[in-house]
């Protein structure tokens, strides 16, 4: 539906301006006229001499200036009348081809003033009625002269104005008589419109072109399916006979001297369209094209010999449901033809020609004429442009050429030239190919704002299906492509693209280097399985991808832990102790698997527990703790080096044994270090805030019941907010994710249930 600042006439009885009118025989009436100059400097210039044709030189065509909401309501042969928002009104203006001077005729036009001929068509004259609708004052705005017709004496009701002629009409009980009045040497001769069928109980004028006029009427009084469409020959008062054509109610008409054309339905109900033209003389052949369901018919014009029809549509409005393209097809049938890519509104030229509002990609926005062109086809030539493009553009971007996903989304955006356009932003992982297609929606309320159109994404950080992301994304090289695509078909498609790069620091739990942690799944036949989480969208619940197997007779080993990255590698690692006691190293590659192992040490056997993953010494490097049977917690700094990874160790605290679980859990309270939770027998769990320097704070209870859980891992940050969390599962496999808060005082937010597969009573999870 089209959403003008002009608004359209509604269905009334009396739409222009009063009840039903009569019809006499014709008559010659002397009515009283005022006439003199037009007192306004902007005619004070001499007026514009037109070209043969009576066009604007084309020189001069970029002379005049036209808003950008405005809507082109008449053509002359210096000048156009327009109507343009001013304010919280519209203002109606005259703007000469020549130097652009602009004449405000009149301020906070009614919202009637874009009916059909109202201030007049075809030519420099322009009608302004008082604020009574009696006396309208014909402005003839190229010779800057003016005249006044009083129609309240004779009982006069107003129509519109083609060219010079004034049309209105007299009622008498049912019926209405129309009659055309000019203005001839300071008097006003009155004729009566003759040939119309008795009993017109409704008369309208719905366009004009030189002499002629299009008329719409009735004769009944309780049908208000269909109506007549007629034209009238102004200068002997007659309307062309034989030449009615059925038409609804909001049907567009237009006239030439030559043809009457319409588009809409036949019937006001009509859910079909089509374009009908006639011959005023000869024959009369008529012809009629159908318009499929994409094809507008709110604008219809003459060119040649040549119909134009399309929607009457402004570049932000409208959908796909209709085609926004003003097109033209040869009267009698041919090849159609696409004009302009929209319009908004247009007028006939005393040239035959058309001023049209509208656009095309190739020059954008502003006043065409519409032409017939070199093989004698209609053809747009830009007059004026408002310098705002019609097809799609991007006319801002801010597009970061990093994204930190460990420290904010990714929050790209775009300045698009309209917001009425389906936008999406592909995303592409160079070295893998994954991608992930996000659409960019925009409040439907807001799709024929006129306000600048920002599309923000605001990036999750996932990859996979548009329906279900389900990968966090690798770090590494990206490209994105914006593909906009205009709702109402108005212009191409738009494409862009650029590059950006992820980068995070590496994750304790981060084994395929995507930011987000991992859990390795040790089966009671040896069977090492990845899985890689994620948090779905909407939700936020935590969830993790297909498991991948990674090896096989793991086994071997009593304690398999992940310690981050410790030996300077791209990925995080992990420890594993046999059943000799020694240890080994596992150096992750970045991409979910580890390199072969090699041999870290002997003698690992004397600690119960073995737990890492946090940095509790403050260098920067993923630390390892060990406890032994006599309670102490041993500190094993990272070294960065593959070869010997870890420093020797260095005593952190004893009486530990009071813990049957310690876990390291990272940053979990806002302390300069990693943390530490230890669980007593009774199930009560307490945290040891991290100084910084491989020592911690006194305990603080986080609180009981924590003996429910058989497996507690330090996960790392599993929702990018920055802070180190808990993940713990049940005896039943259930599992739970504790979000650290980054107060020491409540570390840990409410345990959140995790979407992932059920944890066997035979796994391990590190």
Known sequence: M????????????????????????????????????????????PPV??????????????????????????AGRTGFLSIAKSGSGHDVLWTRYADGHTTVVLKDAPSYASLPSFFGTSSDMVAVRDDAGTKVTLLDMATGSSNVVDLASYGYFYLGTVGSHVLAYKRTGDTVEPHVLDVVDQKVTD??????????????????????????????????EFFDYIAADLSSAKVVTGNSMLGGYITKAAVSATHLALAGGVFTSDTSSSVRTMELGGDQKRWNMSLDRKQGDGLVGLVGGWSLYGEN??????????????????????????????????????????????????????????????????????????????????????????????????????????NNTDVTVTLRHTAS????????????????????????????????????????????????TLTAKPRNGIGPDLVQSGAFTVSRKAAPHDFTDNGSPD?????GLGTLQRKDTYREPGTGQLKGGEAQTIGSD????????????????????????????????????????????????????????????????????????????????????????????????VKAGTGWDMYNQVTAVGDVAGGPGGDLVGRD?????????????????????????????????????????????????????????YRGTGNWRAPFAAREQTGLSRVWSDETIS
Request: overall charge negative.
């Open 681 to 737: 027998k009774d199930g009560v769990s307490w945290l040891y805030l991290g100084k910084g320097d491989g020592t911690f704070d006194s305990r603080v209870r986080i609180g009981e019941g924590w003996g429910a859980y058989n497996q507690t891992v330090g996960i790392g940050d599993s929702d990018s907010d920055g802070r180190a969390d808990l993940f713990v599962t049940t005896s039943t496999g259930d599992s739970y994710v």
């Open 49 to 74: 001499a037109p070209t043969a044709s009576g066009a604007a030189p084309a020189s001069r065509a970029a002379t005049f200036k036209i808003a950008a909401d405005a809507e082109v309501l008449s």
């Open 433 to 480: 190919g994954a991608q992930r297609e996000i659409e960019l929606r925009v409040d439907p309320a807001q799709w024929e704002s006129t306000a600048p159109a920002w599309r923000e994404l605001d990036w999750d950080g996932l990859m996979g299906p548009s329906y279900s992301p389900n990968t966090a994304a690798p770090n590494g090289g990206y490209t994105w």
């Open 191 to 224: 004729r009566v419109i003759t040939g119309l069928p008795a009993g017109v109980r409704e008369v309208d004028v719905e366009a004009g072109s030189g002499d002629f006029a299009a008329l719409r009427y009735t004769i009944s009084s309780t049908n208000s």
């Open 519 to 523: 859990l390795l799944i040790r089966s």
């Open 554 to 649: 793991w086994d071997i080993y009593n304690q398999v832990t992940a310690v981050g990255d410790v030996a300077g590698a791209s990925g995080a690692d992990v420890v594993a102790r046999d059943k000799d006691g020694v240890l080994w190293l596992y150096l992750g590659k970045g991409d979910g698997t580890f390199d072969s192992r090699v041999r870290i040490g002997s003698g690992w056997g004397a600690y119960n527990q073995l737990t890492g993953g946090g940095d509790v010494s403050g260098d920067g490097r993923s630390d390892l703790l060990a406890r032994d049977a006599q309670g102490v917690l041993w500190l094993y700094k990272g070294t960065g080096n593959w070869r010997a990874p870890f420093a020797p160790r």
């Open 313 to 418: 549509r402004r570049l932000n409005e409208g959908n796909n449901l209709t085609d926004s393209a003003l097109r033209a097809t040869p009267i009698g049938g041919g090849t159609e033809r696409t004009v302009m890519d929209h319009a908004s509104s247009l007028a006939p030229a005393p040239d035959g020609s058309l001023l049209v509002v509208g656009g095309t990609a190739a020059e954008g926005e502003g006043l065409y004429r519409v032409v017939t062109g070199a093989d004698g086809s209609p053809v747009a030539q830009l007059l004026s442009g408002t310098g705002h493009p019609t097809k799609l553009i991007v006319e801002e971007s801010q597009v970061p050429a990093v994204a930190e996903l460990d420290k904010a989304p990714w929050r790209p955006k775009w300045r698009l030239t309209h």
């Open 2 to 45: 089209h959403h003008s600042a002009i608004p359209s006439r509604t269905r009334s009885p009396r739409s222009t301006g009063g009840p039903n009118r009569l019809v006499t025989a014709a008559t010659l009436l002397a009515l009283a006229v005022t006439a003199g100059p037009l007192a306004s400097p902007a005619l004070a210039a």
